[in-house]
């Protein structure tokens, strides 16, 4: 039986906050600055045997800076990650306010840092399209320099055409097919529409939803649907929607050892595969 505790794994969705933006905003019982603070990460990492974590921004540079500018928010994420010392690394933010130029300079400056993987796009957080104008231009950049990007899509339920639905993911794939794409949350609902799609995706904050709704023995052929060399282990921590920070990886943990999947599968989903994703290994 796997022990998922204890396997060695990549965390690939978290969510932690800079120093300055927690102290200024104590006392809201806000999840993110309660539990979202470096020392307190690092710790679970050693706790849980987390080798390394993908720190993702909101697009909302309230959230992750005091000056609410989005390149701002880049350097707070590189300066947590340096600081963890290749144990943390991050997605670069974007805000759509600014004029798709400003967005495209940026993303350039901060992409070479050797703490970014990707691009970070929350259709959801920004009320925008994913397979709008303004984010075509971001795919198109990203496919011409071969960068990741990860699209947070957990849809509402019964809205097809959601601004972060899967329909409109087929639409950018279908446009450009060579896109590298990482999937938050497998497409919450909809995810059926991902399956035949060359990406990635990973369980970030799904998992206990499905579990609630479906039980473990469905949700466990639910997520063997997915090609298993594409499926990516991911908290979203410290936010869900159904349990408390202090218990989301613990329920993780009990759910996924439940179910039927391998020791090889296992490392591959904790492991193997975000490696692959990521471009650290070609096979």
């Not at 949700?219 to 090609?227: E, Q």
């Amino acid at each position: 039986m796997v022990d998922w505790k204890k396997i060695p794994k990549i965390d690939a969705h978290i969510h932690l906050l800079p120093q300055d933006v927690i102290d200024a905003n104590k006392g809201y019982s806000d999840r993110f600055v309660d539990f979202g603070d470096y020392d307190s990460y690092l710790n679970l990492m050693e706790k849980y045997n987390i080798e390394i974590a993908f720190i993702m921004p909101f697009n909302d540079p309230y959230m992750l800076s005091m000056n609410f500018k989005v390149d701002t928010v880049n350097n707070n994420l590189i300066d947590i990650c340096t600081k963890s010392k290749n144990k943390l690394f991050c997605f670069a933010d974007i805000d759509i306010r600014n004029d798709i130029k400003t967005t495209i300079n940026e993303l350039e400056r901060i992409i070479k840092k050797k703490e970014v993987l990707g691009v970070k796009i929350h259709p959801s957080n920004t009320g925008y399209p994913i397979d709008g104008i303004y984010y075509d231009e971001v795919f198109k950049w990203a496919n011409d320099n071969n960068i990741l990007v990860e699209i947070h899509s957990y849809p509402r339920e019964n809205l097809i055409d959601d601004v972060c639905s899967p329909l409109r993911i087929k639409n950018i794939k279908k446009k450009y097919p060579n896109l590298r794409l990482s999937i938050a949350h497998i497409g919450g609902l909809q995810y059926e529409e991902l399956l035949n799609l060359d990406l990635y995706v990973n369980i970030s904050a799904i998992l206990t939803d499905l579990v609630e709704r479906y039980g473990i023995e469905k949700t466990n052929k639910m997520l063997r649907k997915f090609d298993i060399n594409k499926l990516i282990f991911a908290s979203d921590y410290p936010d869900n929607r159904r349990i408390e920070p202090t218990e989301i990886y613990n329920k993780y943990f009990e759910i996924l050892q439940q179910m039927d999947f391998t020791q090889d599968e296992a490392e591959k989903i904790c492991k193997y595969n975000v490696l692959k994703m990521v471009g650290y290994l070609n096979k």
